[in-house]
């Protein structure tokens, strides 16, 4: 099947951030009495949007976190994302010879997807072509955000694709009717445990964008070594 649309997830797919995230989420759950490790931050938000993070939170540990404290985790994360964020190794060549629609949808906020991009100089490629789960009611795994992201690109959702590297992330293109790719590229693989969900089966699975170019060179215009010349 040729794509009609792919929709890329930012965080840990196209951006190399997943890492940098936990670390300013722990260290500001920290700073409020909430002790959480790695694998506690995989198993309950990876994928997932702010609003699971309070609310998890106070369930688990009886613990209100105050009004101030989203403002301080995305301070944190910011800064972290100032210091040491990387654009995913071959993204910005995958992205640059793709012969197939594509966009981007996030369940990060607007102000966190408008910083990540313009540090990872991808402001340009998305203009017009991002969303996130602010325009929808419900969050990953619902189908809303891929669904709406389908229909503002004008693409039936049977022939999307969606790039995901969360079980979250699969869990709702697969609810949306839609191809689902596992990316598993991010440094956060290889150091979380991320299991996937047993009802989630991956139509495809790539452990980078050279290998999702080699597996399917029709996709592409040119090869990206052109597109890195270029």
């Given amino acids: 099947m040729r794509p009609a649309l792919i929709i890329f997830d930012c965080d840990g797919v196209l951006i190399d951030s997943e890492l940098l995230s936990a670390g300013a989420l722990i260290d500001a759950l920290a700073a409020h009495g909430v002790d959480v490790d790695l694998a506690f931050v995989a198993r309950h938000f990876i994928g997932r949007a702010y609003a699971t993070i309070p609310a998890e939170v106070r369930a688990r540990f009886g613990i209100v976190l105050p009004e101030s404290f989203e403002a301080e985790y995305r301070a944190r994360l910011v800064a972290g994302f100032e210091a040491g964020l990387t654009v995913m190794d071959g993204a910005v060549e995958t992205l640059a010879a793709l012969d197939v629609p594509f966009c981007l949808a996030t369940s990060s906020s607007p102000l966190r997807l408008a910083?990540?991009?313009?540090?990872?100089?991808?402001?340009?490629?998305?203009?017009?072509?991002?969303?996130?789960?602010?325009?929808?009611?419900?969050?990953?795994?619902?189908?809303?955000?891929?669904?709406?992201?389908?229909?503002?690109?004008?693409?039936?959702?049977?022939?999307?694709?969606?790039?995901?590297?969360?079980?979250?992330?699969?869990?709702?293109?697969?609810?949306?009717?839609?191809?689902?790719?596992?990316?598993?590229?991010?440094?956060?693989?290889?150091?979380?445990?991320?299991?996937?969900?047993?009802?989630?089966?991956?139509?495809?699975?790539?452990?980078?964008?050279?290998?999702?170019?080699?597996?399917?060179?029709?996709?592409?215009?040119?090869?990206?070594?052109?597109?890195?010349?270029?």
Avoid at 130 to 151: I, Y
Avoid at 158 to 184: N, Y
Avoid at 204 to 219: G, V
Wanted: net charge neutral; charged share 20%.
């Fill in 115 to 230: 910083a990540s991009l313009r540090i990872a100089g991808l402001e340009k490629t998305f203009a017009g072509r991002a969303f996130t789960a602010s325009e929808v009611a419900r969050g990953k795994p619902a189908p809303d955000l891929f669904l709406h992201a389908a229909a503002r690109m004008g693409a039936d959702p049977r022939g999307c694709v969606v790039i995901e590297d969360s079980g979250a992330g699969l869990q709702a293109a697969q609810a949306a009717g839609m191809q689902a790719w596992h990316f598993t590229g991010g440094s956060h693989c290889a150091v979380m445990e991320l299991p996937l969900p047993e009802d989630v089966r991956p139509h495809r699975r790539f452990a980078s964008f050279a290998e999702l170019r080699a597996t399917l060179p029709d996709l592409f215009l040119v090869s990206a070594d052109i597109v890195r010349s270029a």
